[in-house]
DNA sequence: GACTTTAAGTTATCTAGACAAGTAAGGCAG
DNA sequence: CTGCCTTACTTGTCTAGATAACTTAAAGTC
């Protein structure tokens, strides 16, 4: 077992025995000095547990030990920001951009209309108590409701959509992955390179089942895990 | 942005370009050279795509490119084995470990039983193809079929309990995650540490609806993604 | 021919040093 | 007191070099 590996057990056992969320590790030229290795490999241990989802790296301030996932619901109806509600946290959402852009394959397949037709995409960032938990990607058909949709501007996108255009959405379809984040990623979630995420792209259809949003979603996986029930 | 970013970048659309799956890169040595930058940025770069699920690190091979990854249906009575027989995968499954181990407090909770009591574990890997996708853990209560358990030796243990104990298991709860593999996962999958995994906590029921088996899987997420299905 | 050894080429790990970039707190001018 | 600047400390990136571990194929041995 490689030295890093040896070191990024020993500071798990000592993170769930001797720390709590919300403290800070030493800096870690003091801990490569604890152990006796350079501060390159002392990074590496940290990498791993970071990958693992126990602590959070923050440039200039240092390493900080993170609590327990959020557990997120997974159903047709499951919306984000009524169940954070329920938990007691603040979700909120904030526009990053709008704009209109060629239909993927995928894209195209979802919404059923023709490779590369245009669709309008929404950006928008969510966060947990000012914390950002996710990117999200929200594809529309060119349409009627075109011109409501360039009002948005914060909170719900589905809650939006219910007001004001009349259109109650319903997850029909849902692919996960895991992915790490890109540098775009990276940046709008505030993580580093190696802190994987939860990839979600769901089909939502409307009340006649129509397909009428694609959303891809890029989701902090030290933060939020998803939770499913099985019909019987 | 970070040169290791853009060379990622650029490496990723040559690779969408000029390459198919199977097909390995050129020696980290070379590439640096030909973007003029030493080795380790160079490797950084390649973590990133490996890290996004576009290339595959074989010590003393090369990277090789991947191809898109197989998607696996979760619905309440989906099966590892059949799914990828349907899809004309090989897909095979081989004990690694049989123990008994003290239920944690997750394990416990899933199966309804005192914390710290006794459970059988079976820790399987399985294989698409000869590649390692996933490494699972199995926990059954302690009981009558724990002796039948015994027995297990390779293919579906699902498909097994169906024959010797005439148990037909249902999914009834799942729980998602992501992460980055520990030095053991890395070993068995035979992934480095920088590829992300997707985590999946289930408890599987019996006919009677009653809690048998609680099951932790460590899956490739380069390899496999998950899918989904809403019920109206 | 079958097996072993060797060599070359590849990725993996570790060390060492330098500078950039971000954070926080203290000091200072207004 | 407020606002700005400096300074110290932290993490992030890049370079450079050495050695280990692994894979493959060719050369050698029986």
Redesign the interface.
Known sequence: ?ARY?EI??SLEQEISQAYHAGQYLPAEQRLAERYQVNRHTLRRAID?LV???WLLRQQGKGVMVLSK?V?YP???GAKFTDNLLNIGAAPTSQLLNLCRVDASERISEALQIPIASQVVQLKTLRFIDDTPVSLVFHHFKLGEHEIALGRYQEGSVHQFLKQHCHITL???????????P??NDSACLQVP??T????LQSINVDQQ?QPFEFSVSHIR?ELV????????
């Open positions: 077992m590996q990024a057990l791993e990958g693992k989802g996932p557990r997974l159903h047709a319903k997850r029909q379809h849902t692919v996960i992955g895991a992915q790490l890109s540098a390179s190696k994987p995420l939860l990839r089942h996986a895990e998803l939770s499913l029930e099985h019909p019987l």
